[in-house]
């Protein structure tokens, strides 16, 4: 229940971040940063739920997803400096797009099947720009 109530809260404050405050971050990067900031830490939280504190810190902190969960903490972290700090409208633009590709990369990671689909899609991306660019 609590993880429904926790995902449900989180994909809330993304919807709102992206309907109410997109369209204005040239003049409030801070109101957008902070609320889809929010909805990101509610997302974690109900898989914190749902697995239990203690075995998702772990499991967050293998050696495999490491690399991911501070990825994504930092994405968040950054999107909130640049946002509230810095007032940088193309630094808070680019901190949420890497912000919301870690969220997915972190959601699919937990879906059978995902992360081995998304290390196929993320070679097969990289190999197509990498022949477009000649290399």
């Given amino acids: 229940m609590y993880f429904g109530l926790l995902l449900a809260t989180g994909v809330f404050f993304v919807f709102i971040a992206f309907t109410m405050f997109l369209p204005v971050m040239v003049l409030m990067p801070q109101k957008f940063a902070i609320c889809f900031t929010l909805g990101c830490g509610f997302i974690i939280g109900s898989f914190f739920a749902l697995r239990g504190p203690s075995n998702q810190l772990a499991h967050m902190s293998s050696k495999e997803r490491l690399p ?17 700090v810095l007032h940088s409208y193309i630094l808070s633009v680019l901190f949420s797009v890497i912000q919301v590709l870690a969220l997915l990369y972190y959601a699919i990671s937990y879906f059978p099947g ?13 190999s197509s720009v990498m022949k477009c660019f000649g290399r």
């Fill in 68 to 84: 991911l969960t501070l990825g994504f903490i930092c994405s968040m972290a950054g999107t909130i400096y640049v946002s509230m």
């Fill in 114 to 126: 995902g992360s081995a689909g998304m290390k196929f899609l993320s070679s097969a991306l990289t």
